[in-house]
């Protein structure tokens, strides 16, 4: 459902949204960041999307009003585009970035509070072009506020900018398996998106830890690709598994190539579907053995990882086949002609 808001200056329709969402100055609706009303959330919403993860606002145009709301570094407040994307150069020598336009304007002068005199060549230039664009800059009275360009807004084309910029995508559709439980499942979808708590992820998002050294080697960072694939111990297990089910596991160099080949081996459907839920077991069990080292639980050991493969794989894939036995023995020794 879209919302679309088209307006007259002396139409009943734009006297009660301005009513109810603010001042209608024309075509477009005008909404200042510390109003309140419907309009306000979605500009303030879009608007600390483009501050904290650099959103592209080409729809939503900041306008400068006395410019004591925008911030003159970082806000699209002069052409759609942030003055810190024109000039980085500028900006690594600024004092004062979280200032807004009206703290660089004094006594009809536009100042700035260099940490050193920018120097000839490209920070002068970057200068002159500044300068230059200042120079066309007017105030008014009014508070700085934000259209939608464009024309009428539209709920559906604000979310596909957000989604465009924010969900992950993949060159392969994410395959949920109903032969094993919901939370294998999410857990899987974790790991494509590499969103797993592991040590260079929690890194990343800013937390403090003694080290970042994998778990299982302590050799190399910790992250999913090196944990599940590349590890010395990994690659023991993966080796087991193939001894186990008769078949040649190769050297995967990332997750995309793992996909790949469980899409690509040459076998039968059936097949394919055990080989999946192995292959997703093996992950789960990695994943453990990993998080009970880091926490000093030693009731899952190494020497049981491909047993607890092989426990987990049976109980999900035929706890699901209700019309489908199998016998342990048979899973034991020859798994992908267990079905």
Known sequence: MEMAFCFEQNSSWARLLTAIHGHCWDDSLPCWTNASGTWSSIVQTINNLHIQHSMDTSLL???IGNGQQANFWFDPWFNGAPMATRFPRLLALETNKNGVVADHFHHDSWVHSWRRNPRSGVEVDNLNSLQDILHNVTFTSDNDYWTWDGGSFSVSQARHIID?????????????????????????????????????????????????????????????????????????IWLAISQWINLTLPNWSSFNDLWAWIDGVPIIRNQRLI???????????????????????????????????????FNWLFSRFHKKRCNWNQWLQSPLYSL
Not at 184 to 208: D, H, Q, V, Y
Not at 290 to 299: E, L, M
């Open 61 to 63: 145009r900041l306008h």
């Open 164 to 236: 465009e910029q924010h969900l992950a995508t993949f060159s392969r559709p994410t395959s949920w398996c109903r032969q094993v439980p919901i939370k294998i499942n999410i857990f899987i979808w974790r790991l494509k998106l590499l969103r797993l708590e592991t040590k260079a992820n929690i890194l990343n998002r800013g937390m403090a830890l003694e080290d970042d050294c994998c778990n299982l080697c302590n050799l190399h960072v910790e992250n999913e690709t090196h944990l599940f694939l590349h590890c010395d111990t990994s690659k023991e």
């Open 275 to 313: 080989v999946t839920t192995i292959v997703f077991s093996s992950l789960w069990s990695i994943w453990r053995l990993r998080n009970n080292i880091n926490f000093k639980d030693k009731s899952f050991r190494k020497c049981h990882v491909v047993d607890n493969i092989k426990v987990n794989g």
